[in-house]
């Protein structure tokens, strides 16, 4: 698909959302992920949501009647990291268009099967995700910010987009959206390199300058901080479709004996 802006939507079924190449933007009533490749929405049936891609992305949606999923997620929108299985499944049931018979035994199978499996894979949700504004002045703020991710920005020229004072917007940042400006910023500024290492012929060092870093050395440590990867290997991971390595397990601490 081109570029592309959907406005606010609900579906009455449970939709499985997943940009098989590209990255696509999702929001909800209060918050905003990015979605690129290897990485899947839950979106609940009857959640209001909008998407939006600025460049060319491939997209497979799969919604499911909520009388197939008994075991549903509670929440509204989860993202999560999509396993091998699953990804292979997902691509799969583009077979199967929305006006296939209703006595398709194979199809009723394979979808039911997609159904139990989607509890334990929507519930390694990941918590990258920005929060959303409730207000038009926060908006503007977080519009402001997302807008100017390239260049040096400060904290009081969005304040000063939003028609606020340092010390209200602050305020607004705290009490609607649970965070502050600059962690805002730094978390937006991951999530763009994310959409960016994702594209075709991607450069970490571009990269690092397009997303407002002047040193490879701390964008490097900044991303690898907030993703458990290296820009060099997420792109890499991403561009040959791999899933993303597990972390490394922790060594359990025995209590020692009083």
């Known amino acids: 698909m081109p570029p592309l802006t959907t406005g606010w939507h609900a579906h009455r079924r449970h939709q499985?959302?997943?940009?098989?190449?590209?990255?696509?933007h999702l929001e909800v009533d209060r918050a905003q992920w990015l979605l690129p490749p290897q990485r899947a929405a839950w979106l609940r049936g009857g959640t209001l949501h909008r998407a939006?891609?600025?460049?060319?992305?491939?997209?497979?949606?799969?919604?499911?009647?909520?009388?197939?999923?008994?075991?549903?997620?509670q929440e509204e929108c989860s993202v999560f990291l999509l396993p091998p299985l699953a990804r292979e499944m997902l691509i799969y049931s583009v077979r199967w268009g929305p006006e296939r018979a209703p006595d398709?035994?194979?199809?009723?199978?394979?979808?039911?099967?997609?159904a139990h499996l989607l509890a334990?894979?929507?519930?390694?949700?990941?918590?990258?995700?920005l929060p959303r504004a409730r207000t038009?002045?926060?908006?503007?703020?977080?519009?402001?910010?997302?807008?100017?991710?390239?260049?040096?920005?400060s904290f009081e020229e969005a304040a000063r987009a939003a028609g606020l004072?340092?010390?209200?917007?602050a305020r607004r940042f705290d009490e609607e959206a649970q965070?502050?400006?600059?962690?805002?910023?730094?978390?937006?500024?991951?999530?763009?390199?994310?959409?960016?290492?994702?594209?075709?012929?991607?450069?970490?060092?571009?990269?690092?300058?397009?997303?407002?870093?002047?040193?490879?050395?701390?964008?490097?440590?900044?991303?690898h901080a907030f993703s458990g990867e290296r820009p060099r290997d997420f792109?890499?991971?991403?561009?040959?479709?791999?899933?993303?390595?597990?972390?490394?397990?922790r060594p359990t601490r025995r209590k020692r004996a009083e």
Not at 16 to 24: F, N, S, T, V
Not at 136 to 153: D, F, N, Q, R, S
Not at 235 to 249: D, F, T
């Open 16 to 24: 499985l959302l997943y940009a098989a190449r590209g990255a696509l």
């Open 52 to 73: 939006r891609a600025n460049h060319l992305v491939t997209l497979c949606t799969v919604y499911l009647e909520p009388s197939l999923v008994p075991t549903a997620p």
């Open 104 to 114: 398709d035994t194979v199809a009723e199978s394979f979808f039911q099967t997609l």
């Open 120 to 129: 334990e894979w929507s519930s390694q949700g990941q918590t990258w995700r």
């Open 136 to 153: 038009p002045e926060l908006e503007k703020a977080m519009a402001y910010t997302l807008a100017h991710l390239a260049g040096p920005l």
């Open 165 to 169: 004072s340092g010390r209200t917007l």
């Open 179 to 223: 965070t502050t400006w600059r962690r805002f910023l730094h978390d937006a500024r991951m999530l763009r390199a994310m959409e960016l290492l994702a594209q075709d012929g991607a450069r970490v060092t571009q990269t690092a300058y397009d997303v407002g870093f002047e040193s490879l050395a701390a964008f490097t440590h900044a991303f």
């Open 235 to 249: 792109r890499q991971r991403v561009a040959q479709g791999a899933p993303r390595p597990a972390p490394p397990l």
